[in-house]
């Protein structure tokens, strides 16, 4: 029963917020997004090796960047930001926190999208040999 209400519910909201989306315009917006890891695959996400906070695979975050693109949103950096972004303009700024070492696999995809990131490094893992996975390395 429970998982109908949620079901339900999550549906609801799907359409509202598109039909909110496709009615408002979007214009004069900085969207803010925040990573953790990317998963190389469902089966990886699935594994239980490393710690899904977020579930995000990398054909996700592709399809994520391809969508924004495609909508004519264009991906900034914190310089840009501070210089003054175009006021009508549609700006994302990307963040990646905890500075797993899987995030390297963003790389390839902020290349082909023009999109920098801000990669948040957590020294104590860095320190400590700390990754994503379960109980560290």
């Not at 990317?38 to 579930?55: A, K, M, N, V, W």
């Not at 549609?90 to 790389?107: E, K």
């Amino acid at each position: 029963m429970k998982k109908r209400w949620k079901a339900a519910i999550l549906s609801l909201d799907g359409k509202i917020a598109s039909r909110f989306l496709s009615a408002a315009r979007e214009e004069g917006s900085l969207l803010c997004f925040l990573f953790h890891g990317l998963f190389e695959s469902g089966e990886e996400l699935r594994s239980g090796e490393l710690d899904p906070q977020q579930g995000i695979t990398v054909e996700m975050f592709r399809a994520f960047l391809g969508h924004f693109h495609e909508q004519g949103y264009g991906f900034v950096s914190p310089r840009q930001i501070l210089e003054g972004l175009q006021p009508s303009g549609r700006h994302i700024l990307l963040t990646f926190d905890d500075g797993y070492f899987n995030n390297v696999r963003a790389l390839p995809m902020m290349e082909e999208f023009n999109a920098p990131a801000v990669f948040f490094v957590s020294s104590d893992h860095v320190r400590e040999g700390d990754s994503p996975h379960r109980g560290g390395l």
